[in-house]
């Protein structure tokens, strides 16, 4: 675990030695002069991440992957689930997100290069496997020289080159298996690095490829409810119930390549070329179940039972003497992302001038095909439903239909089937150049910085989707008529003694009868017959769009130092300047009438946008003594909107009274911050260090998706006339810019190893984080009128990491822990007091390695040792059970080899 570096080695990373670590001996952890022994393995990547953050000029905390000492984190996001400030939300078997101080706007870094999937603004943390780094660097604070683009901070992935390793043939990989008790499946890992490095005529010259495989497959049981409306109850009072209520089970397995190449050359001492490029890569197959009862806020209510509060439903019979909308939903999806990064780099320095210069271009796309079935038991009126039932534990929902046998296929009919296509491309290219001239070691000026950096992005998105509704004389289809029905079986989850089963058709045979599905709907669905008739759902212009955006940056800075009352002073200062312009086009469209036939009436909508700001940083250093230290810092940052909320779309509702304009909003606002750090520092032995780090962030124009009355001119500027409609106003929903931000947190930090303790206690080690967010509030645009109304979405006030570990050459074991306290989800705009929460959550990990020969280290890990699942409820007071999802224990087993 760690705090601003890593006291843990990434999992099962290959066993690739530090360029300049010497063997490891008995007395690694003695002192020779002024400069400790390096070496490998945990005491090595501590001190390796402690130095990195004792030199920086920012706040940055790190992550490094070494030989020996790993915990069982597969991808960078769970490794940075131990580092302090960082929290991340588990998903599907894996970390899948992660938030910095409380705030999601990441900036994504690989090499120090912006990188960037599809249409979005970042890559995806999850997709790199552990097995391809060398480390990661978390920065809370940004630098004039870095590039801009997250208010949270940016997470750089530092990748293998060649010249970090030692001379000659480097071979090393690793081979792990991960048992998950829920799936009662094996997740196979891979990966396999060559290297080489050498001295020839023309200079030293090094290559490298590291490749990794893994396969991870899971599953999770659920049991929820979702989306509290307000209605209105017999007595005449106002009672709140969710929309729907469901359980399910998710499985699947996620399937990630990925391969990284470098060639480095160095035809002189001052002069240094390198070439790399890589792929990051990932395919998921995804099934769905739920069996659910939805729309109860219209449905017909009896036995209705509160809660404590008197106005939200505890349980309730639901009922529709017509059939009530309930069903058995079966989802099956097929991911895919494909990330391809090339780098050139050109290095040179002299006694007092560095230059460096770079290009890059990037290609990546990302995309899905959805197929959904939704089946209805024929004759079902009622459904007991209690919100607030004891099925778990704790507060769950648990359904009941009621006069239905669901082991009997003729009780089941076929109310829809859906199938939808989407994705992006993006095409990006940059390059920059920066040169640093040494100005002298005892000035008040030591080095001036200046640089430049264009880049340019050529963005696109697609989408579409039909919905089939299958009827025979007028009625629901038979379920016996449905392709993939001889296929059909019982299923459901598996979570707290439920013997709640129903039939379905396996989602993957759904997908593989897709042809014979079309055929069927264009039979019992003449009026969706054409929309059928293609391979693919035609294009829902209103998602589809094109952008063509181009940044340009310059900056300056200095690093500076100087003696205040025998108290040495460094740090930097400097400013950024960018510009970011581009245009985008999309579709506006309308519903058509009885003179086009009522084809719906579409257009090209153009749009533009020009973003720019200055943005300073400084940084202050005080020494007080060679261990002691006081770092401040300001610095600020932007976050851009992203390319699909700023689409020049909209949708005018006009069979609506008011009419209704759903769009996108070219007009948003980019997100600015400016922060406030104040670190004090303890250094102490070999990697010891006792910190304890406060920050003030405000930040402005977060975003929020809100319904506004529009007045008669508003509406016009969507060719809609409200005169036509009797009205004085209509709706406009579209993604708006919010108030404020503020965050208000604290850090500490105590790591150590027991070096001075006798016998075998001076291989024990320990590190505890903690970090405490005492304000993170955003002026959203409704009253204040309930607790939570302001509570920023995604941040836990508290997060806390603990590792206890025991290390020699031959042997470490470690015990690590992880807390994060609740966090709100999101934002029910309709009724935001509602909003979803997770509960606090907590997980135990520990690792067992053995090297019986210098070339291969055997490894025993298990996660989530206590089988903490995921509680959630709806509103900060914990106003109704929202559920659970079941989280695996995991087991698995590993052998590194290093030749």
Same mark, same amino acid.
């Given at each position: 675990?760690?705090?601003?570096?890593?006291?843990?080695?990434?999992?099962?990373?290959?066993?690739?030695?530090?360029?300049?670590?010497?063997?490891?001996?008995?007395?690694?952890?003695?002192?020779?002069?002024?400069?400790?022994?390096?070496?490998?393995?945990?005491?090595?990547?501590?001190?390796?991440?402690?130095?990195?953050?004792?030199?920086?000029?920012?706040?940055?905390?790190?992550?490094?992957?070494?030989?020996?000492?790993?915990?069982?984190?597969?991808?960078?996001?769970?490794?940075?689930?131990?580092?302090?400030?960082?929290?991340?939300?588990?998903?599907?078997?894996?970390?899948?997100?992660?938030?910095?101080?409380?705030?999601?706007?990441?900036?994504?870094?690989?090499?120090?290069?912006?990188?960037?999937?599809?249409?979005?603004?970042?890559?995806?943390?999850?997709? $790199?496997?552990?097995?391809?780094?060398?480390?990661?660097?978390?920065?809370?604070?940004?630098?004039?020289?870095?590039?801009?683009?997250?208010?949270?901070?940016?997470?750089?992935?530092?990748?293998?080159?060649?010249?970090?390793?030692?001379?000659?043939?480097?071979?090393?990989?690793?081979?792990?298996?991960?048992?998950?008790?829920?799936?009662?499946?094996?997740?196979?890992?891979?990966?396999?690095?060559?290297?080489?490095?050498?001295?020839?005529?023309?200079?030293?010259?090094?290559?490298?490829?590291?490749?990794?495989?893994?396969?991870?497959?899971?599953?999770?049981?659920? $049991?929820?409810?979702?989306?509290?409306?307000?209605?209105?109850?017999?007595?005449?009072?106002?009672?709140?119930?969710?929309?729907?209520?469901?359980?399910?089970?998710?499985?699947?397995?996620?399937?990630?390549?990925?391969?990284?190449?470098?060639?480095?050359?160095?035809?002189?001492?001052?002069?240094?070329?390198?070439?790399?490029?890589?792929?990051?890569?990932?395919?998921?197959?995804?099934?769905?179940?739920?069996?659910?009862?939805?729309?109860?806020?219209?449905?017909?209510?009896?036995?209705?039972?509160?809660?404590?509060?008197?106005?939200?439903?505890?349980?309730?019979?639901?009922?529709?003497?017509?059939?009530?909308?309930?069903?058995?939903?079966?989802?099956?999806?097929?991911?895919?992302?494909?990330?391809?990064?090339?780098?050139?780099?050109?290095?040179?320095?002299?006694?007092?001038?560095?230059?460096?210069?770079?290009?890059?271009?990037?290609?990546?796309?990302?995309?899905?095909?959805?197929?959904?079935?939704?089946?209805?038991?024929?004759?079902?009126?009622?459904?007991?439903?209690?919100?607030?039932?004891?099925?778990?534990?704790?507060?769950?929902?648990?359904?009941?239909?009621?006069?239905?046998?669901?082991?009997?296929?003729?009780?089941?009919?076929?109310?829809?089937?859906?199938?939808?296509?989407?994705?992006?491309?993006?095409?990006?290219?940059?390059?920059?150049?920066?040169?640093?001239?040494?100005?002298?070691?005892?000035?008040?000026?030591?080095?001036?910085?200046?640089?430049?950096?264009?880049?340019?992005?050529?963005?696109?998105?697609?989408?579409?989707?039909?919905?089939?509704?299958?009827?025979?004389? *007028?009625?629901?289809?038979?379920?016996?008529?449905?392709?993939?029905? *001889?296929?059909?079986?019982?299923?459901?989850?598996?979570?707290?003694?439920?013997?709640?089963?129903?039939?379905?058709?396996?989602?993957?045979?759904?997908?593989?009868?897709?042809?014979?599905?079309?055929?069927?709907?264009?039979?019992?669905?003449?009026?969706?017959?054409?929309?059928?008739?293609?391979?693919?759902?035609?294009?829902?212009?209103?998602?589809?769009?094109?952008?063509?955006?181009?940044?340009?940056?310059?900056?300056?800075?200095?690093?500076? *130092?100087?003696?205040?009352?025998?108290?040495?002073?460094?740090?930097?200062?400097?400013?950024?300047?960018?510009?970011?312009?581009?245009?985008?086009?999309?579709?506006?469209?309308?519903?058509?009438?009885?003179?086009?036939?009522?084809?719906?009436?579409?257009?090209?909508?153009?749009?533009?946008?020009?973003?720019?700001?200055?943005?300073?940083?400084?940084?202050?250093?005080?020494?007080?003594?060679?261990?002691?230290?006081?770092?401040?810092?300001?610095?600020?940052?932007?976050?851009?909107?992203?390319?699909?909320?700023?689409?020049?779309?909209?949708?005018?509702?006009?069979?609506?009274?008011?009419?209704?304009?759903?769009?996108?909003?070219?007009?948003?606002?980019?997100?600015?911050?400016?922060?406030?750090?104040?670190?004090?520092?303890?250094?102490?032995?070999?990697?010891?260090?006792?910190?304890?780090?406060?920050?003030?962030?405000?930040?402005?124009?977060?975003?929020?998706?809100?319904?506004?009355?529009?007045?008669?001119?508003?509406?016009?500027?969507?060719?809609?006339?409200?005169?036509?409609?009797?009205?004085?106003?209509?709706?406009?929903?579209?993604?708006?810019?919010?108030?404020?931000?503020?965050?208000?947190?604290?850090?500490?930090?105590?790591?150590?190893?027991?070096?001075?303790?006798?016998?075998?206690?001076?291989?024990?080690?320990?590190?505890?984080?903690?970090?405490? $967010?005492?304000?993170?509030?955003?002026?959203?645009?409704?009253?204040?009128?309930?607790?939570?109304?302001?509570?920023?979405?995604?941040?836990?006030?508290?997060?806390?990491?603990?590792?206890?570990?025991?290390?020699?050459?031959?042997?470490?074991?470690?015990?690590?822990?992880?807390?994060?306290?609740?966090?709100?989800? *999101?934002?029910?705009?309709?009724?935001?007091?509602?909003?979803?929460?997770?509960?606090?959550?907590?997980?135990?990990?520990?690792?067992?390695?053995?090297?019986?020969?210098?070339?291969?280290?055997?490894?025993?890990?298990?996660?989530?040792?206590?089988?903490?699942?995921?509680?959630?409820?709806?509103?900060?007071?914990?106003?109704?059970?929202?559920?659970?999802?079941?989280?695996?224990?995991?087991?698995?087993?590993?052998?590194?080899?290093?030749?």
């Amino acid at each position: 675990m760690t705090s601003a570096m890593t006291l843990v080695a990434m999992a099962s990373a290959p066993m690739v030695a530090h360029a300049a670590a010497p063997a490891e001996t008995e007395d690694a952890s003695s002192l020779e002069g002024d400069d400790p022994i390096i070496v490998n393995g945990v005491r090595g990547a501590v001190e390796e991440a402690t130095e990195k953050k004792r030199n920086s000029k920012q706040i940055v905390d790190s992550v490094v992957a070494e030989d020996v000492g790993k915990l069982p984190d597969n991808n960078v996001v769970e490794a940075l689930a131990r580092v302090t400030g960082v929290q991340i939300d588990r998903a599907r078997g894996q970390g899948q997100s992660v938030t910095i101080r409380g705030l999601s706007e990441i900036q994504t870094t690989v090499n120090g290069n912006q990188t960037n999937l599809g249409d979005g603004r970042s890559l995806n943390l999850a997709d $790199i496997p552990a097995e391809l780094l060398k480390q990661v660097d978390v920065y809370k604070t940004r630098s004039a020289d870095q590039v801009e683009g997250g208010i949270a901070g940016t997470v750089n992935v530092e990748l293998r080159r060649p010249f970090d390793l030692e001379d000659g043939w480097t071979i090393a990989g690793s081979v792990r298996g991960s048992y998950d008790d829920i799936s009662e499946k094996v997740s196979p890992y891979g990966s396999l690095l060559l290297a080489n490095r050498f001295d020839t005529g023309i200079g030293e010259i090094g290559f490298l490829v590291n490749a990794s495989w893994t396969r991870t497959i899971y599953r999770e049981n659920y $049991i929820e409810s979702e989306s509290p409306f307000e209605r209105e109850l017999d007595d005449g009072s106002i009672g709140i119930i969710p929309y729907r209520a469901y359980y399910g089970l998710e499985n699947g397995n996620t399937k990630r390549p990925s391969i990284n190449g470098v060639l480095q050359w160095k035809p002189t001492d001052n002069l240094e070329f390198v070439l790399e490029g890589g792929y990051i890569g990932s395919r998921e197959k995804r099934a769905l179940e739920r069996l659910y009862v939805q729309d109860m806020q219209v449905q017909d209510l009896s036995n209705v039972v509160m809660m404590d509060d008197g106005r939200t439903i505890a349980s309730a019979t639901v009922s529709n003497a017509n059939g009530l909308p309930a069903g058995i939903d079966t989802q099956y999806n097929s991911f895919h992302s494909n990330l391809y990064t090339t780098n050139f780099e050109a290095n040179w320095h002299s006694d007092r001038v560095t230059l460096h210069g770079s290009v890059q271009y990037n290609w990546s796309n990302e995309g899905n095909y959805f197929v959904e079935t939704i089946l209805r038991p024929e004759n079902l009126t009622s459904a007991d439903v209690n919100f607030n039932s004891d099925i778990y534990g704790r507060g769950a929902p648990s359904i009941s239909f009621n006069d239905v046998d669901l082991t009997d296929p003729s009780q089941y009919v076929v109310d829809r089937f859906q199938d939808n296509r989407g994705g992006s491309n993006n095409k990006e290219f940059a390059a920059q150049a920066d040169m640093t001239i040494e100005l002298g070691d005892n000035g008040f000026l030591r080095t001036l910085q200046v640089g430049g950096r264009y880049n340019q992005r050529k963005v696109d998105r697609y989408y579409g989707y039909r919905d089939g509704f299958p009827r025979v004389d *007028g009625t629901f289809a038979p379920f016996e008529t449905f392709p993939g029905f *001889g296929d059909a079986s019982m299923v459901g989850p598996d979570i707290g003694g439920s013997s709640m089963e129903w039939l379905r058709i396996p989602g993957a045979i759904t997908r593989a009868n897709v042809a014979e599905i079309r055929q069927y709907i264009q039979e019992y669905d003449p009026g969706n017959a054409q929309r059928f008739s293609s391979l693919y759902p035609p294009s829902d212009q209103g998602q589809t769009f094109e952008s063509n955006e181009k940044n340009f940056a310059a900056y300056a800075q200095v690093n500076y *130092g100087f003696e205040l009352a025998g108290i040495p002073i460094d740090g930097l200062a400097g400013a950024r300047f960018t510009n970011t312009w581009g245009s985008s086009t999309s579709y506006n469209y309308r519903p058509g009438n009885e003179d086009n036939g009522w084809l719906d009436i579409v257009q090209v909508s153009p749009g533009k946008g020009n973003y720019s700001a200055i943005l300073p940083t400084a940084t202050a250093i005080l020494h007080f003594d060679p261990k002691v230290q006081l770092r401040l810092s300001y610095s600020t940052n932007v976050f851009r909107p992203s390319f699909y909320d700023s689409r020049p779309f909209y949708f005018a509702e006009t069979r609506s009274t008011p009419p209704i304009v759903f769009a996108g909003n070219p007009s948003l606002k980019q997100q600015r911050e400016h922060s406030f750090d104040a670190s004090a520092e303890y250094y102490f032995g070999r990697g010891g260090q006792i910190s304890l780090a406060g920050y003030y962030k405000k930040a402005s124009n977060f975003l929020y998706y809100d319904r506004n009355d529009a007045d008669a001119e508003e509406m016009l500027s969507y060719g809609i006339d409200l005169a036509d409609y009797d009205s004085d106003f209509g709706y406009v929903e579209m993604q708006r810019n919010a108030g404020d931000g503020t965050f208000i947190g604290l850090e500490g930090t105590v790591q150590t190893f027991f070096d001075f303790a006798p016998g075998i206690l001076k291989n024990f080690g320990v590190s505890l984080n903690a970090s405490h $967010i005492f304000k993170a509030r955003i002026e959203y645009p409704y009253p204040e009128d309930f607790p939570g109304a302001f509570d920023s979405p995604n941040t836990s006030k508290w997060t806390a990491n603990a590792a206890l570990f025991y290390d020699t050459p031959q042997f470490s074991a470690r015990v690590a822990y992880n807390y994060r306290s609740s966090y709100r989800m *999101g934002i029910w705009n309709q009724n935001p007091e509602y909003s979803p929460y997770q509960d606090a959550t907590e997980r135990l990990d520990a690792a067992i390695n053995y090297t019986p020969v210098k070339f291969m280290t055997l490894s025993v890990e298990a996660s989530n040792i206590l089988g903490n699942d995921v509680y959630r409820y709806h509103g900060n007071q914990a106003l109704l059970p929202l559920g659970v999802r079941t989280l695996a224990r995991t087991i698995q087993s590993s052998v590194r080899f290093r030749f």
